[in-house]
């Protein structure tokens, strides 16, 4: 199929010098392609130590995030794999056959196929996708069929706009944007089962280091698992868009022992501790339409539509981690949320400066 | 700058074959009715989908009355129809004329007779489109169908207008034709809404 | 022509008055016309999806900022991604198909330029209508009414109840316009691929991008309609009290979902598979050999459109499918991955072997090949579902995407506007600009998309206006950004080269390339009747049979 013949002569007017960026290219390729392989190593690496970050995906601390985590590493090598041998070849035909200055004229060889290489470049490409599918349907199986063991924590995550609220449905505690759950050993695991709805758009709870993400979809319940085996504190937020604030719409898991978990969850089923100090603000608070949105277990307040008050001091934040629970923060966001969370459903209620102290005060109390 | 020729090469051995080409009416509209086909599907999966999850209202099998002879109108417009390009296509204009009016009085029979099923719908049964997820879907899928028999039928309706002028002749039938495809699926929509609703869906 | 000095008196015809020179082109029905108000059309509102983007960055260049408020950025990624797929990528796809089909084929023009001209101005007009919306009255969230429930629009979020305001209704009814105008143009292409060839050229003989505009016709044909059937259902939702998706009643938000990303992954095809096209013409001519393997790369590309029907659903992996329904979209997404990379294959081995120019198409076509593989392969960790459940929804998906669109889709476009300007405008293009718009660009695309992989990796959700310190987030941000600089000052110089060159560019002649195929027969612009004579062809190549008569192509395939 060689083809030997003169090329039609070309008008002047177009330059064809041949030009030879190869080697600049090549730099650029090669640049380029540092950044996102070393993504990978880099955030492998660095969980056993300084954390590079704590909603990081290669720092699993739960059996759902460790199986996504290997296969993600198999994936991870393959494709690595693939794109080093393409690159390679793609760099070398780029290098290898530029039009050489003071190259004749006249055209190369013209080849138009080759059967066998075609075959081979299919079927390998075949049986590659035919063993990631099989080890992708493996981890598929193993997180989401799994049965939750009988000392498994039961919670009903209701996603809203823009917090989250939680059930423990053995034990009756109403509790809002920071979910406690124990820590779980492989010899006797305490996993929790996660079952979750949404009052109103859509949402997706995502603690990176925990478990992969799932949706939160009004009138399509879901279900996850997660068997977190170190104490601490775990972050994430919500991760499917659900309206104006939905990135201030924050998570923190705190993983106890069990027996931190235990008297947490007692202290939670308790109704508000009454104080005569606050009664002002208590009365402030059940005369305005606080009591329309907020619950606080143990007086008149019966709202279900923001999150229950009952135990707001034993949370670290507010406004689902639009603010850290201080004092100034609280009064700053009774008197209007939307300095924090702007377009978030809680109305500034026009309260007046000893109203919101009053009311304050009160919350304060709230343990 | 040499000037290239576009009549070919110089040197063509034999001649070749005569070009025949597809015709681009009846091509654009298989395109058409691929598309619209799609619309359809999509309205008759949603239809499938809440069968039976209306939870309040009226339901299918208290309210629906299958429209037989409304159906066998819209498929016999489908044969009146043919009959008439058949006969444009053999130069009998007056046969065309004929039938084609047959068509267009055959599909406003079953118009005006879905309107009439709506409105004793609506008001005898209480089901509107808003009234539940069979009510949303019901009129949906149906309406949909009656909009495209209702364009179908003034496009109709304005042939018949020039057959009566005398202005439609032979060589027209291509154009007809591809009129008498978007017809006959039209029709065929009907037959799989009528499967869906009326016998399954009940 | 040779220049001989005119003794023949000469005559200087006037230049026609602005008023009809501007109404020729709004009343043309010409394809080659209607192709340049397609891609100027698209050009502009590239240039307002930049502008969004650059708005988008800024706000998240450092966490806490306060550049723009919640509402306003939530409208800007939304019309920043409805802008960038129907008003800017469709219509440069749409442009150049139409330009360049019925060149290709040897025909005079489409099947049906009425409808290509009606087609045009309703996808026009739709993208007035939509950014008539940051004009429009007030919604509850303040001043203009620009859509802001992201450009895939999840319901219940689009209900009334909560999206009170107009914005939804701008979004749905600007692009059911456009997809109307979509459909058209896709039936023309359709009719004329099949229905407009020249003698001699069976489907076996066109060139690859008729093949694939063919194609993705189809594809247009089969997609758009899902859209346009969820717009109408979720305007009965909000209009006539439907209850479609409406939750409340009983109506299911994931039926949304899978109808619209029904539609929503065969649109990237819609938009990838004339971008494979540009690269299957560009490549062969610039590396000096035929395209390796054309039967499979026809068959490849029917694969392709054909799977990318099946594999919808890897965009809801997360939304509590059984676990049966996640390995099926598995394995057809992993599966649509074959054919895409033997396409990549083929292109490589016709570089293979050649005796390659890197002239401006070319390099930004081997660019192409270089990104469009790492968009593949990211494509693939995403396709594993588990993977997929961390992934989704994070910036890790967005810098795939942008991957694929901007890295795949944008570089070959930019290959082809360098390779075909000559044959538009009768000019050649800067070269030099050109390859400083090249690598200016590709350095801001990579500063920007590369580094954009790793806040998806270390738990960065899409779609949030601002975001925590603390989270190893912030310096990849600061990156990203960055990047955009480079990536818009580069798309100046590439907007003020052609420019430039339309007005004081070398004449180009009608085969400045030394190209195979029949657009490059004819004159530089084209006269309105395309072809004096219709063409008759006997191979893939008619021009290379044309100019090595003696050893022409139908001799070997």
């Not at chain 3, 940051?134 to 969230?141: A, E, R």
């Not at chain 3, 099926?328 to 050649?354: C, E, H, Q, R, Y």
């Not at chain 3, 110089?493 to 027969?521: C, H, I, M, Q, Y």
Request: hydrophobic share 50%.
């Amino acid at each position: 199929m060689t083809t030997a013949l003169i090329s039609a002569t070309r008008a002047a007017e177009v330059d064809r010098r041949a030009q030879s960026p190869d080697r600049a290219l090549t730099m650029r390729i090669l640049k380029s392609a540092v950044p996102i392989f070393c993504t990978a190593a880099a955030a492998r690496a660095n969980s056993a130590g300084e954390p590079l970050s704590p909603t990081n995906i290669f720092a699993p601390a739960s059996t759902p995030a460790d199986t996504i985590s290997g296969l993600s590493l198999l994936v991870l090598t393959i494709t690595g794999a693939m794109f080093v041998i393409v690159l390679c070849l793609l760099l070398w035909a780029v290098v290898k056959f530029r039009e050489k200055a003071g190259a004749g004229p006249g055209e190369p060889a013209q080849v138009y196929g080759s059967t066998q290489v075609e075959l081979a470049w299919t079927v390998i490409p075949v049986l590659i996708v035919t063993i990631l599918l099989l080890a992708t349907a493996r981890a598929i199986a193993s997180i989401q069929n799994a049965i939750p063991p009988p000392g498994a924590v039961e919670v009903s995550v209701i996603g809203h706009q823009y917090w989250w609220e939680y059930h423990y449905k053995k034990s009756n505690v109403v509790t809002a944007n920071e979910l406690h759950v124990p820590v779980s050993s492989p010899v006797h695991p305490t996993p929790t089962f996660l079952s979750l709805f949404s009052a109103d758009t859509d949402h997706s709870f995502w603690v990176p280091r925990l478990a992969g993400k799932t949706d939160l979809i009004p009138n399509h319940p879901n279900s996850m698992w997660i068997d977190p085996r170190e104490t601490g504190v775990y972050l994430g937020q919500c991760s499917q868009y659900c309206g104006v604030q939905h990135a201030k719409m924050l998570l923190r898991v705190y993983v106890q022992t069990r027996d931190e978990f235990d008297r947490w969850l007692e202290q939670q089923s308790g109704p508000a501790a009454a104080s005569d100090s606050t009664i002002e603000g208590r009365r402030t608070f059940e005369s305005t339409a606080c009591v329309n949105c907020h619950t606080i277990r143990g007086s008149t307040a019966t709202g279900t539509f923001g999150p229950d008050l009952t135990h707001l001091m034993s949370r670290e934040t507010i406004g689902a981690g639009a603010a850290l629970n201080t004092p100034a923060n609280l009064r700053r966001w009774i008197q209007d949320p939307s300095a924090f969370k702007p377009g978030c459903l809680m109305p500034a209620m026009g309260l007046s400066d000893s109203q919101l102290d009053a009311i304050t005060a009160y919350m304060e109390t709230l343990r | 700058m040499r000037a290239l020729t576009t009549t070919g090469p110089e040197h063509v051995p034999e001649r070749q074959p005569e070009w025949r080409l597809p015709a681009r009416g009846p091509v654009a509209m298989y395109f058409l009715i691929a598309a619209e086909a799609a619309i359809f599907t999509i309205f008759v999966v949603a239809y499938i989908f809440y069968v039976g999850k209306s939870a309040t209202g009226p339901q299918p099998a208290a309210v629906l009355h299958a429209p037989l002879f409304l159906t066998a109108c819209l498929l016999s417009s489908s044969l009146t129809t043919h009959l008439a390009v058949r006969g444009l296509r053999s130069r009998n204009v007056r046969r065309f004329t004929w039938w084609w009016c047959g068509t267009v009085i055959l599909g406003g029979i079953f118009v005006a007779g879905t309107a009439r099923e709506w409105r004793h719908l609506v008001y005898q049964d209480g089901l509107t489109i808003q009234t539940n997820l069979f009510g949303t879907t019901y009129y949906s899928l149906v309406g949909l169908h009656a909009f495209h028999v209702i364009a179908g039928l003034l496009a109709l309706a304005v042939v018949l207008v020039f057959a009566i002028r005398g202005d439609v002749r032979q060589e027209h039938s291509a154009r007809t034709e591809v009129l008498s495809m978007y017809w006959h699926f039209v029709d065929a929509v009907w037959v799989v809404i009528f499967t869906v609703v009326y016998l399954i869906g009940r | 022509m040779s220049a001989a000095r005119a003794t023949v008196a000469v005559v200087r015809s006037e230049r026609a008055p602005l008023v009809d020179t501007l109404h020729e082109w709004v009343t043309t029905v010409d394809h080659k016309r209607l192709g340049i108000l397609y891609i100027i059309y698209a050009l502009l509102f590239l240039a307002f999806g930049g502008i969004e983007a650059i708005i988008i960055r800024i706000q998240l260049i450092r966490p806490h900022n306060t550049f723009v408020s919640p509402q306003v950025f939530n409208r800007m990624f939304t019309m920043h991604g409805t802008t960038m797929i129907f008003f800017a990528a469709m219509p440069l796809v749409f442009g150049f198909a139409n330009y360049l089909v019925p060149l290709m084929i040897g025909a005079r023009d489409t099947a049906f330029p009425r409808l290509n001209a009606f087609s045009f101005w309703l996808t026009a007009f739709g993208g007035l209508l939509l950014y008539f919306s940051f004009l429009g009255g007030n919604g509850l969230y303040g001043a203009g009414n620009a859509p802001d429930v992201g450009w895939f629009a999840y319901a219940p979020l689009t209900s009334r109840t909560f999206s009170p305001g107009h914005s939804t209704d701008f979004w749905i009814l600007a692009l059911l316009l456009s997809g109307i105008g979509s459909m058209g143009t896709a039936i023309n292409i359709a009719a004329t691929v099949l229905c407009m060839r020249c003698p001699g050229m069976t489907l076996g003989k066109m060139p690859l991008l008729a093949w694939l505009n063919f194609t993705m016709a189809g594809l247009v044909i089969l997609s758009m309609s899902p859209l346009t059937a969820a717009q109408l259902m979720l305007l009965v939702d909000r209009y006539l009290g439907g209850h479609f998706f409406d939750v409340q009643a009983g109506g299911s938000a994931v039926l949304w979902m899978h109808f619209f990303w029904i539609f929503g992954h065969p649109e990237v095809y819609v938009l990838a598979i004339p971008a494979f096209a540009f690269a299957s013409e560009i490549i062969p001519v610039f590396s000096r050999k035929p395209i390796f393997g054309y039967p499979v790369m026809v068959a490849a590309t029917l694969a392709i459109g054909f799977i990318s029907m099946s594999v919808w659903a890897h965009h809801m992996f997360t939304v509590g499918m059984t676990s049966a329904g996640n390995t099926f979209f598995v394995l057809s997404t992993m599966a649509i991955a074959v054919p895409t990379g033997i396409k990549i294959f083929n292109w490589l081995a016709t570089i293979w072997g050649g005796k390659v120019q890197y002239r401006t198409p070319m390099l930004f076509c081997v660019a192409f090949l270089f990104q469009f593989l790492i968009a593949g392969l990211t494509g693939i960790m995403l396709a594993a579902a588990p993977f997929d459940w961390q992934l989704s929804g994070s910036y890790f998906v967005v810098a795939h995407f942008h991957y694929v669109i901007v890295g795949g889709i944008l570089f070959t476009i930019f290959g082809a506007f360098y390779y075909w300007f000559p044959k538009m405008s009768g000019r050649m293009y800067n070269e030099a600009l050109g390859k400083v718009h090249f690598w200016l660009f590709t350095a801001g695309f990579h500063l920007t998309f590369d580094f954009m992989h790793v806040p998806g990796v270390l738990g960065m959700p899409r779609r949030i206006y601002t975001y925590e310190p603390g989270r190893g987030w912030d310096i990849w941000n600061l990156v990203i950004t960055i990047g955009v600089l480079f990536q818009a000052v580069a798309t100046l110089v590439f907007l003020g080269n052609l420019l430039w060159s339309k007005l004081w560019g070398k004449v180009a002649g009608s085969d400045p390339w030394d190209g195979w195929t029949l657009e490059w027969s004819t004159a530089s612009p084209p006269p309105a009747y395309n072809f004096p004579s219709l063409p008759e062809v006997r191979s893939r190549r008619p021009l290379w049979d044309l100019k090595h008569p003696e050893d022409p192509d139908w001799h070997y395939e």
